[in-house]
């Protein structure tokens, strides 16, 4: 990996219920370079895959780039902490403000040369590399299946469901389904003032986004299945994955996440 700088040009919070900690969506773009030196933007990563930045004095943190390689922009998703880098990017991070990136890795990522229908399996913010797999497959091929799962405890958790079905609007072949661990009456919303008038509730699927997703999912044996998020879902997700291969019913060569890299457990 090679390490670079950006300038924050962009940030946004993105609207969730006042309990829950905020995601910030936040964008980069390259320094401008001095005269005569070497002007090209970013370095191309590949859709799905993350970059390690540095906020200040704060150590180095994996975050999954939400966008496709542009040369010109990155985008991540930050959910609030309490403390630390997450706090920092959250809370007191400036537009112009200069950060480290040390990128690209990981084994999630698109594969351009397969055909196969697509199922995203994400929770939290790995919702992120999703989107970018998503962008990056519609691009290749507008008319592909792709299938998206996105879980929470709550509602209030799925941090993009507007952007979800304003997608699913746009690609008839893209169905988004939320999917709650605890699900609740809701009561719908009022839209915020310059919001369109979007139908931002869906009869969500009930129990945990991988059993929902590999239960539900139609033609999975023939489908390429990506999935992000915490390494507890990430765990039970390769497991449920494992046991489907077991009975035949499914191909672990077409399961892609990055539970390798941050759970030390799989390779023991």
């Not at 040369?71 to 998703?77: A, C, K, N, S, T």
């Not at 229908?117 to 797999?133: D, R």
């Amino acid at each position: 990996m090679i390490i670079f700088k950006a300038e924050l040009v962009f940030f946004e919070d993105f609207a969730v219920g006042s309990e829950r900690p905020h995601v910030r969506c936040l964008r980069f773009a390259p320094i401008n370079a001095p005269q005569g030196a070497d002007t090209r933007g970013f370095a191309d990563h590949l859709p799905g895959q993350y970059a390690l930045l540095k906020f200040g004095e704060f150590a180095w943190r994996p975050y999954s780039v939400a966008n496709t390689p542009n040369g010109h922009m990155l985008e991540f998703h930050i959910r609030a902490g309490h403390s630390g880098p997450s706090h920092y990017a959250t809370h007191d991070i400036e537009i112009g403000e200069i950060i480290e990136i040390q990128g690209f890795a990981g084994d999630c990522y698109f594969q351009g040369d397969c055909n196969r229908p697509i199922i995203l399996i994400a929770g939290g913010t790995g919702l992120a590399p999703m989107l970018a797999i998503a962008e990056a497959a519609l691009a290749h091929d507008p008319h592909r299946h792709i299938t998206l799962y996105y879980g929470g405890r709550h509602m209030a958790d799925l941090y993009a469901h507007h952007l979800l079905i304003k997608l699913q609007q746009d690609f008839p072949c893209f169905q988004y389904y939320p999917v709650l661990t605890h699900p609740q009456e809701l009561e719908p919303e009022e839209p915020k003032r310059g919001e369109p008038e979007i139908e931002l509730l869906m009869s969500p699927l009930i129990g945990t986004v991988s059993e929902v997703a590999f239960a539900h999912a139609p033609h999975l044996s023939e489908s390429r299945v990506y999935a992000s998020g915490p390494v507890e879902m990430l765990r039970h997700s390769y497991h449920l994955a494992e046991n489907l291969a077991a009975q035949a019913k499914f191909d672990m060569a077409q399961y892609h996440s990055d539970l390798s890299a941050f759970d030390l457990r799989t390779s023991s």
